[in-house]
């Protein structure tokens, strides 16, 4: 039986009864559709496609239109979860016309039910616009990779009392400002359970403990397909890579030794009609 469309008021209501809200990020139609028949909740199209489908060294590069090509591809593959498109960087940093109007093609083009923004305080009003124009806005603190050399790279992020406090109240300002959610990357486990206790809106954690009311991985990272590098909280349910290298492999034999195409992949002609020829 298919499921509904998740929403917004699903989602907290899952945080109020205690249940876990499950998301996985996806950059194309294939997967989308995979992801959304699991029964995962929500859907994410992060910027981190640059990293693990582009090839880039980081976020960074990520364009707007890259995002939304990515996104329609998503939402299309898309029946039941709930998706969250990833606004790049710089794409809602030099002021909150364009960050509403970049917002707004996520929703309008990319048929997306939200977007991603990264960063505390003081993206609160931007947060508060963007929400304020109708569009849905998920946070993410803590980690935040499009600005992470500001931090000495992929660090860990709210490890001394000083620096998790300021987090808590990143948290607590950009439920004010109108998020509907927020995902925590690479904090502590105590601080993760600390926000998520205090806030009335979902928390999503990456690297950030059990105790959030939700959880997400990149897909490739999941499933084996990204080799570059594997963050300490990845959990790998399968390993891909291995196993697609062996049939490109052996594929690459076939044709090189000429058994395949094989008589079962060949199309036939009637003889009395290649007689003609």
């Known amino acids: 039986m298919d ?6 008021s699903e989602l907290m209501q899952k945080k109020e009864k205690g249940q876990k809200i499950t998301m996985m990020t996806a950059y194309d139609y294939p997967t989308a559709s995979l992801v959304d028949q699991a029964g995962i909740d929500t859907i994410l199209v992060g910027d981190s496609l640059g990293m693990v489908v582009l090839g880039y060294d980081s976020t960074v590069p990520v364009t707007m239109d890259e995002m939304i090509h990515h996104c329609k ?17 710089m794409s809602y940093h030099v002021s909150v016309e364009q960050a509403i109007t970049n917002a707004g093609r996520f929703v309008k083009e990319a048929a997306c039910d939200s977007v991603k923004l990264e960063g505390g305080t003081d993206m609160a009003p931007v947060i508060k616009a963007i929400v304020k124009a109708g569009i849905p806005v998920c946070a993410h603190i803590g980690l935040t990779p499009q600005t992470a050399t500001m931090f000495s790279g992929f660090k860990v992020q709210g490890k001394d009392a000083e620096s998790a406090k300021a987090l808590i109240q990143s948290a607590r300002d950009l439920e004010a400002a109108g998020a509907f959610m927020i995902v925590m990357e690479c904090i502590p486990d105590i601080l993760a359970a600390r926000i998520t206790k205090e806030l009335t809106i979902p928390t999503i954690g990456i690297g950030a403990g ?22 300490k909280f990845v959990k790998q349910y399968i390993n891909l890579s291995p196993k697609i290298k062996e049939a490109l492999i052996q594929y690459r034999t076939e044709v090189e030794d000429g058994t395949f195409p094989g008589p079962g992949h060949t199309f036939a002609m009637k003889k009395e009609e290649a007689e003609k020829i």
């Open 3 to 8: 499921r509904k469309k998740v929403t917004i």
């Open 73 to 89: 591809a998503v939402s299309r593959g898309t029946k039941s979860s709930f998706v969250i498109g990833d606004m790049p960087f």
């Open 210 to 231: 059990k105790d959030c009311d939700g959880q997400v991985l990149v897909y490739h990272d999941l499933v084996g397909l990204f080799e570059r590098f594997t963050p």
